[in-house]
T-cell receptor, first 112, second 114 residues
């Protein structure tokens, strides 16, 4: 069940380069989120969106920006990648926060 | 400042027995709690949730208990099956400006042995 897809699935990039991760949904859900998963930290919220062009910061937003110009797409950009941003990134969608999230399969990003 | 904590990094259980996964939280504004299950190389999948107006919610083999006074919730899996082996995350959300934002625990790796 597609519903939500992340691209790319894997990426290796060099320190200082810009990187954009894409999250695409076909569910027409209002809410979209970007999380990162790191050992010992679980999942931490980077940014989220509650509608087209409506975004806000999460708890670990430094070094990241987002854009949502269409309901179906939520982009996460690392303006200048650092080794501390090596992580697995998950996008999630939600029709209503009361129903919980549906997560994508993740993007494994390595910054060397 | 970890507002949601899963203090057991791992749990090992025999097939057919009960698995109990625990979660503690510190933010008294949390009013909705969820459990997610995650297999390697996949995204987390929603398992079960509970509102703060309840103290128990069941769905098949899975039951979540909430003790608001202790700020503690637990997930019971009975009977445990080898396919339940995964990482389990508890998560919490609050109303107001935090509406819809989930705060996750660190996760507990459950291994169910045949």
């Amino acid at each position: 069940d597609a519903g939500i897809t992340q691209s790319p699935r894997h990426k290796v990039t060099e320190t200082g380069t810009p990187v954009t991760l894409r999250c695409h949904q076909t569910e027409n859900h209002r809410y979209m989120y970007w999380y990162r998963q790191d050992p010992g930290h679980g999942l931490r919220l980077i940014h989220y969106s509650y509608g087209v062009k409506d975004t806000d910061k999460g708890e670990v937003s430094d070094g990241y920006s987002v854009s949502r110009s269409k309901t179906e797409d939520f982009l996460l950009t690392l303006e200048s990648a650092t080794s501390s941003q090596t992580s697995v990134y998950f996008c999630a969608i939600s029709e209503s926060p009361d129903y919980g999230y549906t997560f994508g399969s993740g993007t494994r990003l390595t910054v060397v | 400042d970890q507002q949601v904590k899963q203090n057991s990094p791992s749990l090992s259980v025999q097939e057919g027995r009960i698995s109990i996964l625990n979660c503690d939280y510190t933010n008294s504004m949390f009013d909705y709690f969820l459990w997610y299950k995650k297999y390697p190389a996949e995204g987390p999948t929603f398992l079960i949730s509970i509102s703060s107006i309840k103290d128990k919610n069941e769905d098949g083999r899975f039951t979540v208990f909430l003790n608001k006074s202790a700020k503690h919730l637990s997930l019971h899996i009975v009977p445990s099956q080898p396919g339940d082996s995964a990482v389990y995350f508890c998560a919490a959300s609050a109303g107001g400006t935090s509406y819809g934002k989930l705060t996750f625990g660190q996760g507990t790796i459950l291994t169910v042995h045949p």
